[in-house]
């Protein structure tokens, strides 16, 4: 069994190949195009590549395209991606302009290119659809509610990867079974005590997730991946006044406050100096007052949903940092954890100063909650699920 992972942007694309073997699936090679302007170009230049260097003989061979496809209006879950899933992605591209008209493309594309291949849609909401009604709802007018303006969540993929992973360090394997489970039928019942688990994705996009034994509760993310912690150039948590407000007082027009939202704001907009943070350490560590707040903002949001989502699971067990910044900023991890040995919370200063880009367990001995870090791998995941989706439809 062949699965390819499709990852496409608005000008973007890159792909994953996966053969499954006696252990499950590996990976076998990967590659990408940037500036893309014909996906169609792309797709048959990289079945080339994988026949050149004989990871395939033909492209017949691939049984399956997954997508990683993010918000449908209609849709969630991991489905087949038909003409249905291709509709609604247009119909939905006004909540993620960058992302649903490149998957609509690319599906289609892939249809023409390799016709014999499935093809399935995993969406990054998947894996908030047995969250709470009550945390998923905004208190608007029925009305906006069933014009489908409530709390999506993004990130799915990654943060169903930490907590399938998380699951699997803490030798839970009731849980590691349920995480397994969702997308395919009855979700499996959990043995042992609640295992409750906040996932950090930190990266140019990020998000805090609140996991109870395999399942999202609850997201940083809301209706767009516009809202939560301040992302790397958008604006995150904002007061919906803010918005008509800005449009009087300043005299913008709609579009060019989602301009500013979108593209000028986050830490972009808190340091002026970047959207990347390694840049803003640097200016931080040479004086300047707005990087040092916008390292100062990123940790206090974080900090405010580890907190939220501890008190809704009833406790924590485990706190997990993954993706960029998650993975190898060692001293945002460490003002992040601090001062929480009241619950529970130490870090290990050394381990966690050593440890970038690798997955390795950075709480002290003596600490009753474990921290992780654990290296973001979305493609696995979207594999994984498409060859569930295989299995669950054959
Ligand atoms: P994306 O959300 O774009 O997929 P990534 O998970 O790849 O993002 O994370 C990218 C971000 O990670 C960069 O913008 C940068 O801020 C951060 N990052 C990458 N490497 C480091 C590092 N060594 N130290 C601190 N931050 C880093």
Redesign the pocket.
Same mark, same amino acid.
């Given at each position: 069994m062949k699965i390819l992972v499709a990852n496409l942007g608005s000008t973007s694309f890159k792909y994953s190949l996966f053969e499954e073997d006696a252990n499950g699936l590996q990976p076998i090679t990967q590659g990408g195009y940037q500036r893309v302007t014909d996906y169609g170009e792309c797709i048959e230049d990289a079945l080339t590549r994988m026949r050149e260097h004989n990871h395939i003989q033909d492209a017949s061979e691939i049984d399956a395209v997954g997508f990683k496809t993010v918000l449908g209006i209609k849709k969630t879950g991991c489905v087949a991606a038909d003409d249905s899933v291709v509709n609604d992605l247009r119909s939905s591209a006004d909540l993620a302009p960058a992302h649903n008209p490149a998957y609509a493309n690319g599906i289609e594309q892939f249809a023409k290119n390799l016709p014999g291949a499935k093809r399935v849609a995993l969406y990054e909401t998947a894996f908030y659809q047995w969250a709470e009604p009550a945390g998923r709802r905004y208190a608007v007018p029925k009305s906006w509610h069933e014009a489908g303006i409530k709390k999506n969540g993004f990130h799915g993929a990654s943060h169903k990867f930490i907590a399938e992973r998380s699951a699997e360090l803490m030798s839970r394997q009731d849980v590691v079974e349920r995480v397994r489970s969702l997308y395919h039928g009855e979700l499996k019942p959990i043995e042992g005590n609640p295992l409750r688990v906040v996932s950090c994705h930190l +990266? +140019?996009?990020s998000s805090v997730t609140g996991i109870l034994n395999g399942c999202a509760i609850d997201t940083s993310m809301g209706l767009s991946p516009q809202s939560g912690l301040p992302q *790397?150039n958008r604006v995150g948590e904002l007061d919906s006044m803010a918005v008509t407000y800005a449009m009087k007082k300043l005299e913008l027009s709609p579009e060019e406050i989602e301009h500013q939202l979108t593209k000028e704001s986050g830490l972009l907009g808190l340091s002026g100096v970047s *959207?990347? =943070?390694?840049d803003i350490?640097k200016a931080a560590e040479s004086g300047n007052a707005d990087a040092q707040l916008a390292i100062e903002s990123l940790i206090y949001s974080i900090r405010h949903y580890i907190g939220a989502y501890a008190f809704q699971m009833g406790g924590l067990d485990a706190i997990v940092f993954t993706? +960029? =910044?998650g993975e *190898?900023?060692t001293n945002l991890r460490a003002e992040v954890c601090a001062g929480l040995e009241e619950f529970g919370i130490e870090l290990d200063p050394e381990i966690n100063q050593n440890t970038?880009g690798v997955e390795a367990t950075i709480s002290s001995d003596y600490s009753r909650v474990k921290v992780y870090v654990i290296p973001?791998n979305e493609e696995i995941v979207v594999a994984r699920e498409t060859l569930r989706f295989l299995q669950r439809t054959n």
């Open positions: +990266g +140019g996009s *790397n *959207n990347d =943070i390694r350490i993706a +960029g =910044i *190898n900023s970038k973001a």
